[in-house]
């Protein structure tokens, strides 16, 4: 059993396999947060201490006690009004203009499965992999209700955490702001990890000592953004990939959000992650409820890599839904960075044609296909096929593509709306726009008002008609601005519009997968700028980064490797020099790095020597063979490409019975010293052979590691694979 309540201590223990979670019920009703790490049988309030703080407030029910103060208690949902004068992680107005939010125990329920939230994306289990434990509070004095809702689903060592927040009263309050998870510790020395970037540079990772004040990422993009990810690592300043305690949390949500971390006056360290308060002001009228998305949370006694397979399994098996959640993937070439908006059918055609023969499943159409759409200044909106640019109907183009043994694909941008477009024209305003202000352009497109459900349902008959004409197996679902002029012609409570438009892009989403559930829908947003949880929900992969870069794309998978599991990280192979950088590197490099992926290409496959095209065979074979080992094996970071010479990682069966082992060199010097790279995750007592015959101790290559051959050149790139042959060690001259 996963949750527990011990009535005498009023206290709670939610258990998985390796880890607790523990808090209780105090006597003025208040959650006091004891207790998150390895598992443990006893109680953890022993921890809890009571002094008379200076300028620390003691809430009316302790009468004379001045020892008691929720300034230095740690809790698990703090409120305003109560004495805490740290971070909240909820706060109303009142109809009588206060800010108080004093929320006290009423009750408890304790679920059978996993909870979901309607209309948010969220982690699901089935009934005997999961438990819920339902908290209820509420304000005495303004009868504001909040309903903390924990999932613990025990074999993957994850807790989820929600907040649904109701008002019971019978005037309006206002929500401003809102976190659906907290946690509180009252000892110790914490770094704390974030992914930082930009478009074409995102999630880079970041480490910094927990001090004094407030670190907070966030982002009031409308997305998650390029530049932050909405995730965390606190981390013990020990931690490394393969020891010490972590904590990670993951918020499943697609726009604006808020994290952070606070040292307190008395060295407490307390972590909250949620929406963002930037223009947020949401009214409840009485008896309406809001959700406040989840935040995934996971602990680790085994460093990063711990931390990471568990939100790996998670995320794979729990979030991600759909024919394509397990299915292998289909090896794409996309013609974008082939054609750009320069194409005609018969291009494609020819594109096509070439990918057939190099054993490529399927086809993808980008941008440039509807509308007046030769360029990215008008066209986004009108969702009809140019069958003059294409020469034929896209039923005919598919038709075409499926006749040469391929599937096929397309890209939409749905949000999204040109100035210079007949949708435009006739529902001005559709667009997020404020009475009487020009408006914030980006790449020449405003947005649409998805929180609108006229909007969302005439965009989504629009494309609809487009995928009824053909086979269309896959779509790069992509939205390439940032929100401004947050403004809705349709309401007078602007600071709903956010929350209710990133509702809206789900509720298109939901109603795209239900109308067709094989289709495999990539998410994108310039790249990696909504490459979050919340997405994942609908599209089991995401467009890494527009930055296709090979050395580059080290940085970034790596840092989105923390959180997020290989099998959603879309990663192709592009051309050189690369668009972006203008880096030359050898094929051989790109396959490898673009192999810690989904696996495809986006380059004109047509102008390839034909040794090239060769190698584009033999890689199409290797990732083939391996896939199954990429996308469900255990994923190690075996370097750091930010400091290493070399970067490295590797996939390893979870019954570590096969090993593939990448390998890409950064740094060439005069008289090159020799690399060594140490493996992780082996089977300590088995021995392991290469595809050379030669053979490894298990022991031998976690402790002294293989090394890497000096070779001249910019860049090379080596895989090895390794196949476990002896369950135990034994004498052999080939060890």
Excluded at 20 to 49: A, E, P, S
Excluded at 62 to 79: I, K, N, V
Excluded at 412 to 437: C, F, K, T
Excluded at 652 to 681: I, P
Aim: aromatic share 12%.
């Amino acid at each position: 059993m996963g949750i527990t309540y011990q009535k005498e201590k009023q206290i709670f223990n939610l258990h998985t396999e390796n880890t607790t979670y523990q808090f209780l019920v105090d006597k003025y009703g208040f959650l006091l947060h004891l207790y998150y790490g390895k598992r443990i049988n006893g109680d953890m309030d022993y921890l809890l201490t009571y002094y008379d703080r200076g300028f620390s407030g003691n809430p009316s029910d302790t009468g004379a006690d001045r020892t008691y103060s929720m300034d230095a208690l740690p809790q698990e949902f703090p409120c305003p009004g109560t004495g805490d004068y740290r971070s909240t992680a909820v706060a109303v107005r009142n109809a009588d203009g206060s800010y108080s939010c004093d929320l006290r125990f009423q009750r408890y329920e304790i679920c059978k499965g996993k909870y979901s939230l309607e209309g948010l994306p969220a982690v699901y289990a089935k009934d005997e992999e999961a438990e819920t434990l339902k908290i209820y509070l509420e304000d005495p004095v303004t009868k504001v209700q909040a309903v903390l809702l924990y999932g613990v689903l025990p074999e993957k060592d994850i807790i989820t955490r929600s907040v649904q927040i109701i008002n019971q009263n019978e005037e309006k309050i206002e929500l401003i702001r809102a976190a659906s998870a907290c946690l509180d510790f009252v000892a110790g020395d914490y770094d704390l990890i974030t992914f930082y970037g930009r478009h074409a540079m995102e999630r880079n990772f970041q480490r910094v000592p927990v001090k004094h004040g407030k670190q907070m990422i966030g982002s009031k993009r409308g997305s998650s953004s390029h530049q932050y990810n909405p995730s965390l690592i606190l981390a013990d300043s020990g931690t490394d990939e393969k020891n010490g305690g972590c904590y990670g949390m993951a918020f499943v949500y697609s726009g604006g959000f808020e994290a952070e971390a606070e040292k307190d006056q008395f060295n407490q360290t307390r972590v909250m992650m949620g929406l963002s308060s930037d223009q947020f002001c949401y009214p409840l009228g009485k008896g309406e409820m809001f959700t406040v998305p989840e935040t995934v949370m996971t602990y680790s006694s085994e460093g990063f890599g711990g931390l990471s397979w568990n939100f790996h399994r998670c995320f794979r098996r729990n979030l991600c839904r759909g024919k394509y959640r397990t299915k292998q993937r289909p090896v794409l070439v996309n013609s974008w960075e082939a054609d750009y908006f320069d194409f005609t059918g018969e291009t494609l055609v020819a594109l096509a044609e070439h990918a057939a023969e190099l054993g490529i499943d399927m086809f993808v159409l980008d941008d440039g296909w509807f509308g007046k759409r030769d360029d990215d200044n008008s066209g986004l909106g009108d969702w009809h096929v140019n069958e003059e640019k294409l020469g034929c109907t896209m039923g005919e183009l598919i038709g075409k593509i499926n006749d040469l043994g391929l599937k096929f694909g397309l890209w939409i941008e749905p949000e999204m709306v040109s100035e210079d477009s007949d949708l435009y024209r006739q529902h001005p305003d559709w667009v997020m726009a404020i009475p009487g202000r020009k408006p914030v352009r980006a790449r020449n497109q405003l947005v649409l008002d998805f929180s609108r459900k006229e909007v969302r349902e005439e965009v989504f008959r629009q494309i609809s008609h487009v995928l009824d004409q053909g086979n269309v197996e896959y779509i790069k679902w992509d939205m390439n601005r940032s929100l401004a002029d947050i403004y809705s012609s349709v309401t007078k409570d602007q600071g709903k519009v956010l929350y209710d438009y990133v509702l809206g892009v789900y509720d298109f989403l939901e109603k795209l997968t239900e109308k067709y559930p094989d289709i495999l829908i990539e998410g994108c947003s310039g790249g990696g700028g909504r490459f979050d949880a919340g997405m994942l929900y609908y599209t089991p992969q995401i467009w890494c980064s527009d930055n296709t870069d090979a050395v580059d794309r080290l940085d970034i998978q790596y840092g989105t490797s923390f959180i997020y599991p290989i099998s959603c990280i879309g990663s192709h192979v592009s051309a050189v020099p690369n668009h972006q950088t203008g880096r030359v590197t050898s094929l051989h490099t790109r396959g490898v790095v673009a192999m810690a992926g989904t696996f495809g290409y986006e380059l004109n496959l047509g102008i390839l020597p034909k040794e090239e095209k060769e190698e584009i065979k033999q890689q199409i074979k290797t990732f083939k063979k391996h896939e199954g080992l990429i996308h469900n094996g255990r994923y190690y970071r075996l370097s750091s490409p930010q400091t290493d010479e070399i970067g490295a990682w590797a996939f390893v069966s979870e019954e570590r019975e096969e090993v593939l082992v990448n390998v890409v060199m950064l740094a060439m010097h005069g008289n090159m010293t020799v690399n060594y790279v140490k493996l992780q995750g082996l089977d300590p007592d088995g021995i392991y052979e290469d595809e050379n015959g030669r053979r490894y101790d298990g022991v031998g290559l976690m402790e002294a590691g293989i090394p890497l051959p000096i070779v001249a050149g910019t860049y090379p790139a080596w895989q090895i694979y390794l196949r476990l042959v002896k369950e135990e060690n034994e004498n052999s001259d080939a060890k």
